[in-house]
């Protein structure tokens, strides 16, 4: 298989988990986790102690695809997991500002969407590359592929060791690559994304003097009143 059928047998078998039901999880049990009043200190100790053991016995066990893992769903949040091929969106993110079914397109776009869009991209970033659609470890690229690769991320990092957190602290690319990977193509899905259904549909009315597409990237935009349920701009 070639490395473009590779790469779009991997974004195909992506597994979206929306993490709202939690009737439908399974459950962890941890009834032999020891939780006392009498210090909080060991109580942190037994914890750790407990998580450590449940990990350390999965080894050479299969991995749990229907597993909750890394965050609860009231934390506004969604992530990529490499091992699984899946991403994950908890249901506090699945709302206003990132979601309204009553909002326009272009703003759900320019909030789920680059956020759908980031954590698909993850999937193709520097690490998760190195992994493919059924989420093992594995060096599918060319060697001439990888060196593109290499050399286009590396101006991205070239691009971030500019920007500065404080004054004369700089940011380091390196270390910041994934996410601004994610990022940047986060926001290249969604915008195509948009354009796909814009096309689809009759000729959009603007938002606030704004073209959709204009309203899909403005920093600004936040929820509507509930006389009109739209999204729009608030141009503070």
Known sequence: MDERSHARESASQVRPVPRHDWLSLKWRDYAALT????????????AGAFE??????RIGTKIDRDEFTFLPPQVVNAYFQSSANQIVFLAAILQPPFFDPAADDAVNYGGIGVVIGHEITHGFDDRGRLYDADGNMADWWTEADAAQFKARAQKLVD?????EALPGLHVNGELTLSENIADLGGLAVAYDALQLSLASQP????IDGLRPSSASSSPTASSGGPSTGRARCSGR
């Open 35 to 46: 939780i006392q009043r009498d210090s909080y200190f060991e109580n942190i100790r037994r």
């Open 52 to 57: 450590s053991r449940r990990l350390l016995g």
């Open 159 to 163: 691009e971030f060791n500019t920007f």
């Open 203 to 206: 000729p959009a009315p603007k």
